[in-house]
């Protein structure tokens, strides 16, 4: 079964530093998505993403964030310089039309902060 | 301000019972909801989605309750398993013209005892 793949599943970086965290989203999915969720919180919108635009983003998603699909197959996130509070899982997900609930996710990308 | 959240934080179900979720929003505009399962140390999984022009909507072993009179949204598990022991939660869809867009409420842990 077609899924999304994230990696790294778990990434440990210094305050400040920069982090790219990669997504393969599924083969016919034109839509994505980056959520996130600290530790027993809520999952939370970053951004959303279609014909290598952002279609929309969230207060969380400042200047330090930014997305991108370098190629035919991944999507990433990176954040230029982290801090303390960017510690959480990164979900990516994918979807086939635009006005859906039903997103795919992948399992995550752990980032710790230290 | 507009939230969607949810009752309780925890449900205890005896094996074979059945269970139910249940979930508040307060935006009465909302109108497409849906409810995810969220297994330890995995992404988000789509379970059923409604529109607000339907109250009830079936799936396998789940049913979506919508009561738009009073902004409340359930989801029936019948004759739980242990493999539904999960942190679930609801959330609005806001579709913006290009992307869907999930506001997830808190989440809520369903266990299962044997």
């Known amino acids: 079964e077609p899924e999304v793949t994230q990696t790294p599943s778990h990434q440990v970086t210094q305050m400040g530093q920069e982090v790219i965290l990669r997504c393969v989203p599924i083969s016919n999915h034109l839509y994505f998505y980056w959520y996130r969720q600290i530790l027993g919180q809520k999952v939370e919108f970053l951004v959303s993403?279609?014909?290598?635009?952002?279609?929309?983003k969230s207060e969380i998603f400042d200047d330090q964030f930014s997305v991108e699909r370098p190629d035919g197959s991944n999507f990433t996130l990176k954040i230029r310089s982290t801090k303390l509070e960017d510690s959480a899982m990164y979900f990516c997900?994918?979807?086939?039309?635009?006005?859906?609930?039903?997103?795919?996710f992948g399992e995550g990308s752990r980032l710790t902060v230290l | 301000g507009e939230s969607v959240g949810l009752h309780l934080p925890t449900l205890s179900v005896q094996e074979g019972d059945n269970s139910i979720i249940n979930c508040a929003y307060s935006?009465?505009?909302?109108?497409?909801f849906i409810w995810y399962k969220q297994e330890s140390g995995k992404g988000p999984q789509f379970i059923i989605d409604?529109?607000?022009?339907?109250d009830k909507r079936q799936g396998q072993r789940v049913t979506v309750l919508l009561n738009k009179t009073v902004k409340h949204l359930s989801l029936q598990i019948a004759a739980t398993q242990p493999g539904d022991s999960a942190v679930y939660f609801c959330a609005e869809n806001t579709y913006t013209g290009a992307n869907s867009k999930l506001t997830f409420g808190k989440g809520i842990t369903l266990s299962v005892r044997p």
């Open positions: 993403f279609y014909n290598n635009e952002i279609s929309e």
């Open positions: 409604i529109r607000s022009n339907m």
């Open positions: 997900a994918s979807s086939v039309i635009s006005n859906t609930g039903e997103l795919f």
């Open positions: 935006n009465s505009a909302s109108d497409y």
